[in-house]
């Protein structure tokens, strides 16, 4: 594998972008093992998951905690403090929260900032003392007030404004028009109004807890329960959905490691050649040695720590 | 099923395993009925007069890829295709990367200039709030481009953004969760009323028919929808062409499988009821 990629200087090195990017045979043979030993839990729990689970967790922290520093400390301090200066040399204002500002008053900010993340971590040093109570209190009242606004607006306001439409519609088409557009015909239209405010009203009202269940308040909880089991099967399927595309993108991805230049013997088409590209070799590696374990461990345990 | 009949689960994993690998190596695909949804996406973009900025946000990971890259792909061609310019961020740290390499690949096809007619500023963290900060002011979020590292002052791009989404005409997100389109809408539409596009996973898609037509000009939800939207836009931009083909195959075994799991859920319903009685 190593001379292969040693012999042909063109493909990349390291770019798992398998199938669209330039060929590279480390990043399509480890795409293809961890691949194949993150599908290995489906049989059972085994070293090979385990590993791919490992490398994952402290390949993606380690990934995040730069991406981290690199934008969140180390440019809000180092980037936007030497612009401030360079603002203030010139004489210009500087951006801060939308308005311009004295370069002054912008690496203040920023001090303050720093100042109450060290106020904020010396609970590592003295636990339960003041410190860290005040950008805890700034963090949550900043976070609510910004949450506030928006949230009002568009899950609340704007919601309402979507709910208040009339029952008939003028614009939409007759019946006799083109019947086979029954979407955008004005009976179909009306029927659509009349379903979303009955099952709206039906699914708040099996949440009003305030009054005994008359038959009347029982009645309309019991649609409203239908209502949300249909609301709640329509998010099974686009879940089951999602799941799936992710398996046929993975299978799409193996795929495009059986092509040309990533097989061990050559790419004259054989059978051979087919037989040694990295999703078959290594799923063959990863079988054979499940298999050993499970010979040197004895049956009992099959089926234990499978897949949920 | 598995408990009602005693079967191992793991047959299942295997018949559903062997269904989508025999029909990817047959390859077969088919043309999708594009729905209004995506329609609306695509013709929003359209409308878009030449030179007007749009703000990209990618907000998604390697792990919902197989349904955003591509959208996100289209999108990209379709706005460079129409002389609109691009500004992209994320709020998702992984994004980057990925959104790098496809400016990369498909700006040269139309001649575009970095800090002209695209600029990309990366990740920042900060979720809702860094959505909002972005909102305020774009350079008191971002003090230099994540490509070059430049001061904004020397991207042209940015001299026609103000803050308060002011220069920006359109918002499009690609997300796979939170922060994503939910709070994009609250942070960008809720409080500065800009028009927003997203694209999403299927898990998320659910949620933005609540949201359509008032706060969202359109949406593009799950492979479904990137499949649809690689169709209108491969009309027009042939590099699109693989992926739309592939897409349209990768549909065709979605539908199988569909139909499969839901012969399962029908199985395991009436031996459930039939051992149910039996019991009784």
């Known amino acids: 594998m190593i001379a292969l990629a040693l012999q042909d200087t063109a493909r990349s090195f390291f770019d798992l972008e398998a199938g669209s990017a330039d060929l590279d045979i480390i990043g399509g043979w480890l795409v293809a093992f961890l691949t194949l030993c993150v599908f290995s839990f489906l049989y059972k729990d085994n070293p090979f998951y385990k590993f791919a689970e490992h490398l994952f967790v402290g390949a993606g922290t380690a990934f995040f905690a730069l991406q981290y520093y690199q934008e969140g400390i180390l440019e809000p301090l180092r980037d936007h403090i030497g612009d401030a200066l360079e603002h203030q040399q010139a004489g210009e204002l500087v951006q801060l929260g939308g308005y311009g500002v004295d370069a002054g008053i912008a690496i203040a900010a920023r001090c303050f900032a720093v100042l109450l993340s060290i106020m904020l971590l010396s609970r590592l040093v003295k636990p339960g003392g003041w410190a860290p109570r005040w950008p805890l209190a700034i963090m949550v009242g900043v976070y609510a007030a910004i949450k506030l606004t928006g949230e009002t607006q568009s899950k609340l306001v704007q919601q309402f404004r979507g709910m208040m439409k009339p029952l008939t519609s003028d614009t939409a088409m007759a019946w006799g028009d083109n019947w086979q557009n029954v979407e955008q015909t004005a009976a179909f239209y009306t029927f659509a109004q009349v379903v979303l405010l009955v099952g709206t009203v039906c699914a708040l009202g099996h949440f009003v807890f305030t009054f005994r269940r008359t038959r009347f308040l029982g009645g309309v909880s019991r649609v409203g329960v239908v209502v949300l089991m249909i609301t709640f099967g329509s998010m099974f399927g686009f879940t089951v959905l999602g799941r799936i595309a992710l398996l046929i993108e993975r299978v799409d991805s193996l795929g495009g490691l059986t092509g040309d230049g990533y097989q061990l013997a050559g790419t004259d088409g054989s059978v051979m050649s087919a037989l040694t590209s990295p999703p078959v070799l290594t799923g063959t590696l990863i079988v054979l040695v499940l298999l050993l374990l499970k010979g040197r461990r004895g049956d009992g345990d099959a089926g234990s720590g499978s897949a949920a | ?280």
């Open chain 2, 1 to 280: 099923m598995a408990s009602a009949t005693g079967l191992d689960r793991r047959w299942i994993f295997l018949v559903m395993g062997v269904l989508v690998v025999s029909l990817y190596v047959l390859g077969e695909a088919a043309e999708m009925p594009v729905n209004e949804y995506v329609q609306s996406y695509y013709d929003t973009i359209e409308a878009l007069p030449e030179g007007t900025i749009v703000m990209l946000s990618a907000d998604f990971d390697p792990a919902s890829m197989a349904e955003l890259l591509p959208m996100y792909q289209g999108t990209i061609h379709q706005l460079l295709r129409n002389n609109i310019r691009v500004l992209n961020v994320s709020t998702w740290p992984a994004a980057p990367p990925y959104t790098r390499a496809e400016f990369d690949r498909i700006a040269p096809q139309y001649e575009k200039v970095y800090g002209v007619d695209w600029v990309e500023l990366g990740f920042k963290p900060g979720d809702d709030v860094a959505m909002g900060q972005i909102g305020q002011s774009v350079r008191s979020a971002y003090a230099k481009d994540d490509r070059n590292l430049k001061p904004l002052n020397e991207l042209p791009l940015l001299n026609d953004v103000s803050a308060g989404f002011g220069g920006i005409s359109l918002l499009i997100t690609m997300s796979a969760g939170y922060p994503g389109i939910l709070e994009w809408i609250a942070q960008a539409g809720g409080r500065y009323e800009v028009p927003i596009l997203t694209g999403t996973t299927a898990v998320q898609t659910p949620d933005l028919y609540a949201y359509y037509p008032s706060q969202l000009e359109g949406f593009l939800g799950a492979a479904t929808g990137a499949t649809q939207y690689l169709q209108l836009v491969g009309e027009q931009t042939e590099d699109v062409h693989e992926s739309r083909d592939r897409n349209q195959a990768r549909m065709l075994i979605q539908s199988w499988v569909h139909i499969f799991i839901v012969l399962l859920i029908v199985v395991g319903n009436v031996l459930y009821f039939v051992g149910k009685r039996s019991a009784a």
